[in-house]
């Protein structure tokens, strides 16, 4: 188990590498620059853009640039904000736990959504439950987040007022009147990204419970007399639980991507919003963590998977 | 009009013939801006009256929680470090300046206790020197004492090249000392008609001594003050979350009595401009929204709730159409469109003519920019409703082929006019921005009409304006006949800077790594000449008549083909009360903002 762990976790190494070397030079060949804001302002003179550059590296060749960050890096320096002037670690902590507080509840949503309606899609497949089921899931992957944000805020906060459409970090209220509050402000973008993934994930959970129900060892189980319930969870949904826990884990990346867009139509101060600013404002240094964090997290969840097939299925091990 | 007629007008101010305010009028009729008209008033000692605050609270605080939107969330807090508007807007809720620009174009005492003058004795008779006196009494919000002490170390901090201050500009060619506890002289290394640069508005915003004293230079970045702002201000500093969130609360010692007015003060970053007007004009959420670049149709379906109302401020912004006068499709030392060479058709004077007669300014201002642009002449600022004597616009096809029939431009079968083998086929470029498009779309229909061709380009934004000095398509190299933008003028309202981008020294060239502002690569030596005269002038009837002639001589030579005057937006509850100023940040009065029942 430990030797599998640090084996992962060395594979782990060059992949990272490699991407960071990828984002680095894709940003230092895109056009625009940090300060360009400065050099349309004639109030600055030119040399103060010439001088902030030279003073941040920023005309160093690329090579020796992504050699600087990646040493700066290993040693746990993230860099320096060009737009904030303040270190990257402090901007994207701040930012980390909006993030993950949405995007967490936002997954526990699909999966309380995607498991229950797909098992009883499969159960009883093409009735009326299971039609349903399927239409709405498909109208659900079919829309995309930013497209069914802006309803929802045209729906719930312009025409029906009953929930804020702006995400407030500082609700000037205490207590449960607090918690409230943030529930209320929270729910729309929760909402938007647990739908839209427990349609698609319904729709898996359906077949896979469907491919497994079918088997001996479930008409066994029927025929040892155990009820229903006990079937379901203890012997069908353990089984068809293995390919969905990959989908989980490899959808992240995907999941993050919606976030993004999601948090910016919300005005969600996640990383995805920082990320967005960081982009408007050239400021490589923040998008080089933000992205770098992105494939950190991928990376991890699928180690994550990888352990959890152990749990779930005892015959696969770790070698 | 000429320097005596300004003078003319002056003496009838003086004599109470006329208002300041109508005196202001007329000279932004001139195609002058508003600043420059109080300037002359000032300097013939004509007085400014300060505006009347309707400030109606009589006690501090008790107002609640003031929201703003920002569509761009403020990413730093030390006004030295503002990269952008958004950073200064930020800074303005803590730090203050001097003195600010008035909507009249006035300066406006905050941390000076007068502004300074010829009469007062503020300001040298030689323009060498400038004496501001500080307002007594004024606490950092840490209870030290705002002094003297505190000017001359931003002079010191800011000038320092090692700490990378985007003010710099304003302080490393003055020199400023402490003259009495509450009094600073700034002494400048030549005549300087227009001092009101440093210390004042955005750039002149005061940080505390005592805070940054160990941070000057190269340490700069690393002073933890410069994310808790220590200021001056009506609104003590709480939170900061860097593009999301700016929080203060009442300021309990503010110098200003009964002021400020609410307990706390939030900005919100991010989002988009639409769904920031939608947030104080339809649900009312929030109470102000920054720079709302909407189209006036959903501004205006947006008003109909009634939550919020939109204010437009009428300040420097142009649209124009620049022509490139030197030869964008020659090679000359490595570069295309080099100064040295000049347009091949663009030469020939009657094709300028016929293309400024190709632009229909009111129909862009009226169905493209709506409330929020006006169609105008000039390049120095004039609302269409008060037209200029000597400058004006106007739409005809007619004219305009009459114009090159006679320059010998004659129609080929294709419908597009050759002469000597040249065709007028030409490339337009601008940034992609739907009002930029829908104006293309009008200027290349007309000039179909009159025989030309128009290619239209655009290019994206964020690399249309980068500095990128490898990309061909930025808005300087302009590597193209036609291009449109709006030129970033500068804060101080006063036109020598915005004037200054016609100058031959500002040639943008592969020399100066497309630094240059005279993207046009136009040059005139009388143009050089009269710019000269009026950095140096100290006489400001003399200085104003001669900005009248840069301008009309920009527009006579059709270096640049205005096309609409563009207005800054805001969005503000209908219950606020607040003055705003199209010469300085919005918040310049936060102090005095308050919520009516």
Same mark, same amino acid.
Not at chain 2, 161 to 167: E, F, N, R, S
Not at chain 2, 252 to 263: G, M, T, V
């Given at each position: 188990m430990i030797k599998y762990l640090t084996q992962r976790l060395l594979i782990a190494i060059p992949s990272l590498l490699g991407i960071s070397i990828v984002v680095f030079t894709v940003l230092a060949l895109a &056009?625009?620059?940090?300060f360009s804001e400065l050099a349309t302002n004639? !109030?600055?003179?030119p040399e103060v853009q010439t001088m902030l550059r030279a003073k941040f590296g920023l005309d160093d060749p690329v090579p020796v640039r992504y050699l600087h960050w990646l040493t700066a890096m290993l040693q746990g320096d993230w860099g320096f904000s #060009? /737009?904030?002037?303040? $270190?990257v670690s402090t901007l994207i902590l701040q930012r980390l736990p909006a993030t993950l507080l949405v995007l967490g509840l936002s997954q526990v949503l699909a999966l309380i959504i995607a498991i229950p309606v797909g098992v009883g899609a499969a159960i009883k497949p093409y009735s009326v439950f299971d039609q349903i089921a399927s239409t709405l899931a498909f109208i659900g992957f079919s829309l995309p987040t930013f497209f069914t944000g802006l309803v929802f805020i045209l729906v719930f906060?312009?025409?029906? *007022?009953?929930?804020?459409?702006i995400f407030r970090t500082d609700l000037n209220v205490t207590g449960w009147r607090w918690y409230w509050e943030e529930f209320r402000q929270s729910i729309m973008p929760i909402a938007v990204l647990g739908l839209y993934q427990g349609a698609s994930w319904t729709r898996y959970v359906r077949s896979a419970v469907l491919d497994v129900i079918s088997l001996d060892y479930v008409t066994t189980a029927r025929a040892k007399g155990l009820c229903e319930r006990a079937v379901i969870t203890k012997h069908v949904l353990r089984t068809a639980l293995i390919p969905i826990v990959t989908l989980v884990a490899l959808q992240m990346p995907a999941i993050f991507g919606g976030a993004i867009v999601t948090e910016q139509i919300f005005r969600v101060p996640g990383i995805g919003s920082l990320l967005i600013n960081a982009i408007l404002a050239n400021d490589t240094p923040v998008i080089m963590s933000v992205t770098f964090v992105f494939a950190c997290l991928v990376v991890f969840f699928n180690l994550i998977a990888d352990l959890l097939y152990g749990w779930l299925d005892p015959r696969v091990s770790y070698r | 009009m000429r320097e005596a007629e300004l003078r003319e007008l002056v003496a009838q101010v003086k004599a109470g013939e006329l208002s300041r305010r109508t005196f202001i009028g007329k000279m932004v009729a001139l195609g002058l801006s508003a600043p420059i008209g109080a300037q002359i008033l000032n300097a013939s000692g004509i007085a400014s009256e300060l505006p009347k605050s309707d400030?109606?609270?009589?006690?501090?605080?008790?107002?609640g929680r003031l929201k703003g939107l920002l569509?761009?969330?403020?990413?730093?807090?030390n006004p030295h470090f503002a990269v952008g508007t958004k950073d200064q807007i930020g800074s303005r809720v803590f730090y203050e300046p001097l003195a600010q620009w008035d909507p009249d174009g006035n300066l406006f005492p905050i941390l000076a206790a007068e502004i300074p003058s010829v009469a007062n004795g503020g300001v040298a008779a030689d323009g060498r020197s400038v004496i501001w006196k500080l307002k007594q009494g004024v606490k950092w919000h840490d209870g030290e004492p705002f002094t003297a002490d505190d000017c001359v170390f931003n002079w010191e901090y800011a000038r320092n090249?090692?700490?990378?201050?985007?003010?710099i500009g304003d302080y490393r060619d003055i020199t400023v000392e402490k003259i009495e506890s509450h009094a600073i002289r700034i002494t400048f290394a030549k005549p300087t008609?227009?001092?009101?640069?440093?210390?004042?508005s955005d750039f002149g915003m005061v940080i505390p001594k005592h805070v940054f004293?160990?941070?000057?230079?190269?340490?700069?970045?690393? /002073?933890?003050? $410069?994310?808790i702002p220590i200021g001056t201000g009506p609104y003590k500093f709480v939170e900061f979350v860097p593009g999301d969130l700016v929080r203060g609360e009442i300021n309990? %010692?503010?110098?200003?009595? !009964? =002021?400020?007015?609410?307990?706390s003060i939030e900005l919100k970053g991010g989002g988009d401009a639409v769904s920031a007007a939608r947030a104080v004009?339809?649900?009312?959420? #929030?109470d102000y929204a920054w %720079?709302?670049?909407?189209?006036d149709e959903i501004l205006r379906k947006f008003e109909e709730n009634g939550k919020g109302r939109v204010v437009i401020e009428w300040g420097v912004n142009i649209e124009i159409i620049a022509l490139n006068f030197?030869?964008?499709?020659t090679e000359a030392d490595g570069e295309r469109?080099?100064?040295?060479?000049?347009h091949p058709i663009f030469s020939d004077r009657a094709v300028r003519d016929a293309l400024n007669l190709l632009v229909d300014r009111g129909s862009i201002a009226k169905?493209?920019?709506? @409330?929020t642009g006006a169609a105008t002449a000039n390049w120095l600022n004039a609302p269409e409703k008060v037209t200029s004597k000597t400058t004006s616009w106007e739409i005809s096809i007619e004219k305009a082929n009459q114009i090159l029939d006679s320059a010998g431009w004659a129609k080929s079968p294709d419908g597009v006019r050759t002469k000597n083998g040249k065709k007028l086929k030409f490339l337009f470029q601008t940034s992609i921005n739907a009002p930029r498009q829908k104006t293309q779309a009008i200027v290349k229909q007309a000039c179909q009409k009159a025989g030309i061709e128009l290619e239209l380009k655009s290019v994206p934004a964020s690399v249309f304006f980068?500095? +990128?000095?490898? %990309?061909? +398509?930025t808005y300087t190299h302009f590597y193209a006949d036609l291009q449109m933008w709006t030129p970033?003028?500068?804060? &101080?309202?006063?036109p020598e800077q915005m004037m200054?981008?016609?100058?031959?020294?500002?040639l943008t060239s592969k020399a100066n790594r497309w630094q240059? @502002? %005279?993207? =046009?690569r136009w040059r005139n030596d009388d143009y050089d000449r009269m710019y000269r005269a009026a950095q140096s002038e100290l006489d400001p009837v003399k200085r104003a008549a001669l900005f009248i002639e840069m301008n009309n001589l920009i527009i006579k030579e059709r270096v640049v083909i205005p096309v609409v005057w563009r207005a800054d937006v805001v969005g503000l509850s209908t219950s606020i009360r607040a003055i705003l100023t199209p010469?300085?940040? &919005? #918040?310049?009065?936060? *102090?005095d903002w308050y919520r009516e029942a």
């Open positions: &056009p625009g620059d940090p004639p !109030n600055v003179p #060009f /737009a904030n002037r303040i $270190n906060s312009i025409q029906l *007022h009953w929930l804020p459409f | 400030y109606k609270p009589t006690k501090p605080g008790g107002g569509w761009q969330g403020p990413t730093l807090l090249p090692d700490t990378a201050a985007v003010t008609p227009f001092w009101a640069r440093a210390f004042v004293e160990g941070y000057l230079g190269s340490k700069s970045r690393e /002073a933890p003050n $410069n994310l309990p %010692n503010y110098y200003l009595e !009964n =002021r400020p007015y609410f307990d004009l339809q649900t009312g959420e #929030f %720079n709302l670049q909407v189209e030197s030869d964008p499709w469109s080099s100064p040295k060479t000049q169905f493209i920019y709506g @409330r980068s500095s +990128d000095v490898a %990309n061909p +398509d970033v003028t500068g804060a &101080p309202p006063d200054e981008q016609f100058t031959s020294w500002e240059g @502002r %005279n993207v =046009r010469w300085d940040s &919005p #918040f310049w009065q936060l *102090h």
